[in-house]
């Protein structure tokens, strides 16, 4: 069976996501770039700067890592995700 064209999409999305998400642990360490921690069992994520909702895009110039707590507060908030960054 031939996967549907969102399943395609998807599939590429993920794929551009586990890429940039190992670019930026080579780059800058598996810690959280916000407030520096190396995270707690959860891990560190990737995260959208501007969200994906808002029109963000998944590049490297949109996207952090984040420890869960950071990633939990700013989620919601990504206008202070960038002040706090900064």
Known sequence: ???SPQ??????EL????RLKA???A???EH?????SKGDWRGITLAHIIPLSRGGLTTKENTDLECFPCHSYFEKRPELRKKYGE
Request: hydrophobic share 40%; aromatic share 0%; proline share 4%.
């Open 1 to 3: 069976m031939k996967p």
């Open 32 to 36: 959280c770039m916000l407030c520096g």
């Open 7 to 12: 399943q395609v999409k998807r599939k590429a």
């Open 23 to 25: 670019e930026l642990i």
């Open 27 to 29: 780059e800058h360490g």
């Open 15 to 18: 794929a551009l996501r586990r």
